[in-house]
C-alpha cells in the first residue's frame, strides 16, 4: 500500500517494470513544462472521445426519433403499400419514391410521400402511426403544365415568411382557382402542389437520399415530358415549361401556419406522454 508524500527515514519508491522507463520520462518532462501541457492532452483525449461517441455526421438520434417516419420498417411499409396499391388499381410500376413536405396555400408544412409512375404522379398522406395511407392524390403526368423552381417568397405584408427553396407543379392555371378553394385551407381543388425538402432529410444516409430535392425533379421533368409526347389527349405533344422564379404564397396573417408548422402539426409526430 502506498502514501503520498514521505515519513520519517522512509521515503516511498514506484517501481517499474523494464521498458516503462521512457514513459516516465515523458511524464516528468510534462511535468517540469508546467501546466500548460495538461489542456492540450487533455482537448486531445476530449476531441478523441467525442469522435468515438458520435460518429455519425447526421443529426442527434433523440430528435430523429419523434419523427415516426424514422421508425425502423415504417419507410419501406408505406412503399411496400404503395408499390402494391399501384400494381393492383392501376397497372403500373412506380419508377420513384420520395419523402417530401407539402407546402400548401395556407403555407401548412404536410407530410407526404410522392411517387412517380409512368404516367402519373402520386401524393400520398400516409400515417406513419398506424402505418397506412389516408389519402391518395393522382396527377396525370399530361396534365402538368407549369413546373417552378425557386425562393419562396411572401406578400409584404404578410406576418408569417419561410425561408428556403421549393418546387412548385401545376396542372392547371390558378386565376382559374376559385375564391372559395383559394380562401379554404382544407381546400382539395388547388390547381397546383407546392414541396421543399422533409425535415429529416440530414437524419441518416437512407433519408438523404429519399428526401432530396434535386433527385424529384430530375426524375419528374423528363417523366412530364416523355408523358407530354406519348399522350392521346388534346395537349399532345405540348411542351411543359420550366421556369426559375420565387414561389409565391399568398398568406397574410398566418396565424393557423404559425401555430402549426411549429409545433409540426402536419408530421406524424411523438407529441409526449399527457398523463402521470
Not at 22 to 43: F, I, N, T
Not at 187 to 214: Q, R
Request: glycine share 6%; net charge neutral.
Amino acid at each position: 500500500m502506498s502514501t503520498t508524500g514521505s515519513f520519517e527515514g522512509f521515503q516511498s519508491v514506484a517501481l517499474k517494470p523494464d521498458g516503462e522507463d521512457q514513459p516516465a520520462e515523458r511524464d516528468s518532462l510534462s511535468a517540469e513544462e508546467g501546466s500548460s501541457a495538461v489542456p492540450s492532452r487533455m482537448a486531445r483525449q476530449s476531441s478523441v472521445t467525442e469522435s468515438i461517441l458520435y460518429p455519425n455526421p447526421y443529426t442527434q438520434p433523440h430528435r430523429t426519433r419523434k419523427y415516426f417516419v424514422t421508425r425502423p420498417g415504417a419507410i419501406e411499409t408505406a412503399r411496400e403499400d404503395l408499390n402494391n396499391h399501384v400494381a393492383e388499381t392501376m397497372d403500373e410500376v412506380i419508377q420513384g419514391f420520395w419523402l417530401l413536405t407539402e407546402v400548401d396555400h395556407w403555407n401548412n408544412e404536410k407530410e407526404r410521400v410522392v411517387a412517380i409512375t409512368d404516367n402519373t404522379l402520386l401524393i400520398c398522406k400516409y400515417d406513419f402511426i398506424m402505418l397506412s395511407c389516408v389519402q391518395l392524390q393522382r396527377i396525370p403526368l399530361s396534365s402538368i403544365c407549369h413546373i417552378c423552381l425557386g425562393k419562396f417568397a411572401f406578400p409584404g405584408t404578410s406576418l408569417d415568411k419561410r425561408q428556403g427553396e421549393g418546387i412548385r407543379i401545376s396542372w392547371g392555371k390558378s386565376e382559374e382557382q376559385s375564391l372559395l378553394s383559394r380562401w379554404n385551407p382544407w381546400s382539395t381543388e388547388v390547381p397546383y402542389a407546392t414541396f421543399t425538402e422533409h425535415p429529416m432529410k440530414k437524419s441518416s444516409e437512407k433519408f438523404s437520399e429519399i428526401c432530396k430535392m434535386s433527385s424529384f425533379i430530375a426524375k419528374l421533368v423528363p417523366a412530364v415530358q416523355n408523358a407530354h409526347k406519348t399522350s392521346l389527349g388534346p395537349g399532345r405533344g405540348k411542351e411543359v415549361m420550366v421556369s426559375t422564379e420565387p414561389i409565391i404564397i399568398e398568406t397574410y396573417t398566418g396565424l393557423m401556419s404559425f401555430i402549426g408548422n411549429r409545433n409540426k402539426l402536419g408530421y406524424s409526430l411523438a407529441r409526449g406522454s399527457i398523463g402521470f
